[in-house]
């Protein structure tokens, strides 16, 4: 076969502007459909694209809600901006706890106040509000409730973080969660960082952790430490946990202010009875004090259920007298009887759940 020779000015020759012009085109054209097919193909195989685009929604939604204008969010910010809450939507508030007034005055002293009367406290560093607030005893005392009411009455913007909305399938995303909760949290100032069952989050760190848990674990920490070099910073973290013991000791640190919220009392129970039962119908003959006494080892939560029962109790006989045609269409107040049973009931479910005492742990 014979190869035909090329003329030596047509491989030397100069592209024409029209050719140029054609050539840049095409590339544009290819490489915009190259990326937007590889974009196309990793939103397809991720499979919390949808979770991502429903909490961008949902946290522009509570943005207008809480008033935040002219605020940029990153991408990460928006994911975190899902978990807001808007403090005057909370109805918790101090008069919804009952037999806890010497943590909510402690609360309102060393908390809100530094906040509330910012000009009182600038010139000491010592009484500027904590950074990080402990709240830790057995389930359902109102360690969470504590820190709603924290937050409604202060006037925080309150974020409820969720130890799953930092976990990532990519590597690295981690990281860049944990720093959007901290950029969140100062860009929306003052508020709380709220995290529940923090053991589970916090917990002491070991040779056998996942690298990208040490490495959110670590970049936690470090965002945490950048609070404190600021002391204009009205971020406070806040957490709730029924085994203080599991949590790591740096993390036991960098929160000095700490609350124990033990089982109520005798007297505490009886605050809490009044407070749960104010506004239903019971009968002048209920003695709370005996109540009280029977009570020993209930927890505030225990003590709602309780309540609860003895009230389905007037319910029942009202279902079971319905058939009578004589009879008026009104549930009978709850009586001592009543909560007596819920009582007895209350204490076989406890008794069969194996609830434990909490391990009380050093934490200094």
Partial sequence: MVLREVPAENIARPLGRNEVIGLLFRLTIFGAVTYFTIKWMVDAIDPTRKQKVEAQKQAEKLMRQIGVKNVKLSEYEMSIAAHLVDPLSMQITWRDIAGLDEVITELKETVILPVQKRHLFQGSRLLQPPKGVLLYGPPGCGKTLIAKATAKEAGFRFINLQPS???????????????????????????????????????????????????????????????????????????????????????????PTRFHINQPSVKQREQILGLILENESVDSSVNLHDVAKETDGFSGSDLREMCRDAALLCVRDFVHNQSDSASEDFIRPIHQSDLQKAIGKMKKSKSAGGHGALLHAALD
Wanted: aromatic fraction near 8%; include cysteine.
């Fill in 165 to 255: 909305t930092l976990t990532d399938k990519w590597y690295g995303e981690s990281q860049k969660l944990a720093a959007a909760v901290f950029t969140l949290a100062v860009k929306l100032q003052p508020s709380i960082i709220f995290i529940d069952e923090i053991d589970s989050f916090l917990r002491s760190r070991s040779s056998s952790d996942h690298e990208a848990t040490a490495m959110m674990k670590a970049q936690f920490m470090s965002l945490w430490d950048g609070l404190d070099t600021d002391h204009h910073c009205q971020v406070i973290i806040m957490g709730a946990t029924n085994r203080p013991q599991d949590l790591d000791s740096a993390i036991l640190r960098r929160m």
